[in-house]
């Protein structure tokens, strides 16, 4: 077991039912925590996101030819855009889940981005594209994409550092000292002990759990964006589109990354097989159908990059079994509930290490591809993407206004990144090999 863990699991039905299903289980609570906080902040619905998220998965790995170990969960990225276009609509007289569905309109037609950018690979070739995309600005992207959530992670973890440092030290010790099943599931581990712990000191009211139902369904009319075509206001229709699809730029950046960081993590040249085009519109597919039905917009998620990097483990039949555990938990709004009276702390020690290991894949992505900072542009580049995605992150309220339209710090940090590499004399173009061979 031992040489296995080093060399990397890319098939876990050897491991047996038991060790698969937990490994299942501990991709289920990786993304859990981040992906139920999104409906948490904006108002969305917290059954309806872990439907999507599941189908949503489901469809990346049908649509990826079933090769690649990515779970999509609810995207930070667009949160700003959601709250945005929540208070127009509030101000307007409209019920916030109805100011919502009209964010949703936005949201999907950023989905719709994603065709785009799969439509231009396919027909121009990924080494074409991707010369936009290079290491020196993927690299810092994705390194900025940890140490913006890293914000979350310190906030939730202060609420009470006894239960957060518990979580954190149960991952460290069962990755680095555990032996057999022990080192496969320490982030689940973790998140037991703390949650446990918490339980324990009477920081956890169980209320609301015994009252909740055992089954429901999770997505009711009004949260779809039917409703909204009953007496459309066009005029917020629009504000939508033109306030939330510049966003597409960033998680679209994101999904680039994301995949070069799995690529990096597997060993395996996903940009070339299944290809960037069929991830991107599996990614487009997802985010658009769950904006349809009041779920946030989907991305890869890091958090369970983490995990492959963590356990070794690569094989993508555990990410589909915990997008089917995530569709069937949506259904049960009692087991809803208990995950969502998991304490701050415990959510916050976790992420601590799973959004650090972010950043890291991106400090790994910029050495491997043997990035000169040498060469003044490249330092332009990345610490123009670093100070702006951070910067608006906490100097900004991640929100820069520029006409009607508002950026994110992680949106506005890519179209930087992209415009300065192209602009910018003696670019390197992508060494487009480091993926495909």
């Known amino acids: 077991m031992e040489t296995q863990l080093q060399q990397g699991i890319y098939d876990a039905r050897k491991l047996g039912p038991f060790r698969f299903g937990i490994l299942g289980i501990q991709h289920l609570f990786a993304m859990f925590g981040a992906t139920i906080l999104v409906p948490a902040i904006t108002g969305l619905n917290v059954s309806a996101t872990l439907l999507f998220a599941g189908i949503g998965t489901l469809i990346f790995h049908f649509i990826a030819k079933w090769k690649v170990p990515a779970f999509l969960g609810s995207s930070f990225a667009f949160i700003g855009g959601y709250l945005s276009i929540k208070q127009i609509g509030m101000d307007q007289g409209l019920p916030d889940w109805l100011s919502l569905d009209y964010a949703c309109i936005g949201v999907c037609c950023a989905g719709l981005c994603y065709f785009i950018m799969a439509g231009l690979i396919k027909f121009f070739g990924s080494e074409r594209v991707l010369r936009y995309f290079p290491p020196v600005v993927t690299g810092p992207m994705v390194i900025a994409i940890g140490l913006c959530l890293s914000g979350s992670a310190i906030s939730s973890a202060s609420t009470d550092w006894l239960i957060s440092m518990v979580a954190i030290v149960v991952v460290i010790v069962s990755n680095m000292w555990g032996k057999g099943i022990v080192r496969i599931v320490p982030i689940l581990l973790g998140v037991i002990a703390s949650f446990g712990l918490a339980a324990c000191m009477g920081k956890v009211d169980f209320t609301a759990f015994h009252e909740a139902a055992w089954i429901g369904f999770p997505v009711a009319r009004q949260n779809t964006v039917l409703a909204v075509f009953d007496n459309p206001d066009m005029t917020l229709i629009l504000s939508s589109i033109i306030a939330i699809m510049p966003i597409a730029f960033a998680t679209i950046m994101e999904h680039i990354g994301d995949m070069c960081a799995i690529s990096g993590t597997v060993g395996k040249p996903f940009l070339a097989d299944p290809g960037l ?88 992505n910029i050495v491997e591809a043997n990035i000169d900072f040498m060469q003044m542009r490249n330092i332009i580049i990345a610490a123009l993407i670093l100070v702006i995605a951070i910067g608006v992150k906490y100097g900004a309220n991640d929100s820069v206004t520029i006409g009607s339209i508002h950026f994110s710090g992680l949106a506005l940090a890519a179209i930087v990144g992209i415009l300065l590499n192209a602009i910018l004399p003696n670019r390197i173009d992508i060494d487009i090999e480091q993926y495909t061979n």
């Open 277 to 364: 085009h069929r991830t991107l519109t599996g990614d487009g597919i997802a985010t658009a159908l769950a904006s349809l039905f009041g779920a946030p917009a989907n991305t890869t998620y890091g958090e369970n990059t983490g995990v492959l990097n963590i356990t070794k483990v690569y094989d993508p039949r555990v990410i589909r079994l915990a997008a089917v555990f995530a569709i069937l938990l949506s259904f049960c709004p009692k087991f809803t509930c208990l995950v969502g009276m998991m304490p701050a702390a415990t959510i916050g020690g976790v992420s601590l290490i799973l959004y650090g290991m972010i950043s890291a894949v991106g400090i790994r």
